[in-house]
């Protein structure tokens, strides 16, 4: 029976079978096993030792490697600082250039400076015209053009009323973008643009940025000029921009200020929100002046936003033209006398009386006609002065007259404490007063026949 064919026992019984039938099989077998077992730790302690000595290769290697590397960032750095200091003074340089020949310029005979640069007129992208320097041999400049000079953002400073700073943030951001698009051959690099956005803020706002500069005058903020400019936004800015809008535009109203003034305003605030364009039509709509809506009766509303701007702000120019051209008279109203006591007035059909006086007011303010008050009374209009945009948008709000304040508005329909004018003349009127005798019957009396 071969080793070959000589299947392994399966369990210990044909293990003791296998003993008793065929011991030295058995005992080739397991010689067998136990070489095999020796020959494998042989070959496993040689690849222990070979990847040993692979391990200490590699350390070697690493340690090589990360020296060349130390190595070759220190020349990198070296070479970086190297670039930015002379980028720094490039850029100082051409701005060294730009005031000089600007003083050349208004000093020198026409077309040429002191310095030798030949001035010629040209055209620049923004169509503005641009300066061009040609210098002699070994100048180093030749066919350099800068852009014509756009007037400088005013500085920041960050100090002052919540709402002021806010505004003059907004205002000194939007000219600074402004200021680098239009001259951004001035400021070719955004190290230059970053300086020079840093040179126009003066402290407390300067603080933005003093803890980024560099031994070096690099100004170390991410993102350059609007990494600078986000970090004025959170210092100085409206922390709930888009909350503050909203209360702003749903508080807006024309009332009685021009609408080139109104419409600053409403488009600003409406750029802050998510408004399409027949929002915005509604919305103009509802908050322009009443004389706009007035004037607006027969007219079709257009289908975009800037022809209705369009015609509303014609329509506004209109009317106060017309107002300054025929201003409104006062009519100056003799009071009554004294001694004309006002009982009953005598029409040949209607006979009005005076009702029981109303409850005693102890307010400021004259009682309405549901708190029983008179319907009649002027006090209200004698002491009627300019509405606040608060007052008339409560009394519009609440259906009020806007004269009073206390009626229910009705269209066409006079208030009733508004003076109407007098007639001019009275026909056939007769006035009894105390001293005249009293008519059989009558008490104190006007009557008009």
């Given amino acids: 029976m071969s080793s070959a064919t000589v299947q ?98 208004q000093s020198a005979t026409p077309g040429t400076t002191p310095l030798g640069i030949s001035l010629t007129p040209a055209t620049s992208i923004h169509g503005g015209p641009t300066q061009t320097m ?60 970053l300086s020079y956005a840093a040179s126009r803020l003066q402290h407390p706002a300067s603080s933005q940025y003093l803890p980024f500069v560099k031994t070096n005058g690099h100004i170390d903020i991410a993102g350059g000029v609007e990494g600078l400019i986000k970090k004025l936004e959170v210092a100085y800015g409206d922390p709930d921009r888009l909350r503050s809008a909203t209360q702003k535009f749903n508080d807006l109203v024309q009332g009685n200020k021009p609408f080139s003034t109104f419409i600053a305003t409403f488009q600003n605030l409406a750029a802050e929100l998510s408004f399409n364009e027949v929002s915005l039509i509604n919305y103009l709509d509802i908050k322009k002046s009443r004389d706009l809506s007035r004037l607006m009766i027969g007219r079709k509303v257009p289908n975009t936003l800037a022809s209705y701007i369009q015609l509303l702000q014609e329509l506004d120019n209109d009317q106060r033209y017309f107002n300054e051209k025929h201003p409104r008279t006062n009519t100056t109203h003799k009071p009554f006398s004294n001694n004309q006591p006002a009982s009953t007035i005598t029409n040949s059909s209607i006979t009005t009386a005076h009702p029981a006086s109303p409850p005693t007011n102890t307010g400021t303010k004259p009682l309405t006609t549901t708190q029983g008050g008179d319907a009649m009374d002027t006090s209200a209009a004698r002491i009627r002065g300019p509405l606040s945009e608060t007052e008339r948008a409560r009394r519009l709000n609440n259906g009020l007259c806007l004269y009073c304040g206390t009626h229910t508005f009705e269209r066409g329909v006079q208030c009733p404490l508004k003076r109407r004018p007098r007639p001019q003349q009275v026909h056939e009127a007769t006035l009894t007063t105390d001293d005249d005798p009293l008519p059989t019957g009558q008490g104190n009396s006007q009557s008009l026949n």
């Fill in 134 to 193: 040609d210098q002699g041999p070994g100048s180093g400049i030749t066919n350099q053009s800068l852009s014509k000079k756009h007037p400088d953002p005013p500085e920041f400073h960050g100090s002052g009323q919540p709402e002021e700073v806010k505004s003059q943030l907004r205002t000194f951001t939007a000219q600074l973008r402004i200021k680098l698009a239009l001259n951004a051959d001035w400021y070719p690099t955004e190290q230059s643009r």
């Fill in 8 to 105: 392994p026992p399966t369990s210990v019984s044909e293990l003791q079978n296998f003993a008793q039938n065929d011991p030295q099989t058995l005992f080739t077998h397991i010689s067998d096993l136990v070489q095999e077992r020796n020959k494998l730790r042989r070959q496993n302690d040689n690849y222990k030792a070979q990847l040993g000595s692979l391990a200490d290769e590699l350390q070697a290697e690493k340690i090589r490697s990360a020296g060349a590397c130390a190595t070759l960032q220190g020349k990198y750095d070296e070479l970086s600082t190297r670039y930015a200091n002379l980028q720094t003074s490039c850029d100082q340089l051409r701005v060294d250039l730009t005031v000089a020949h600007q003083t050349a310029q």
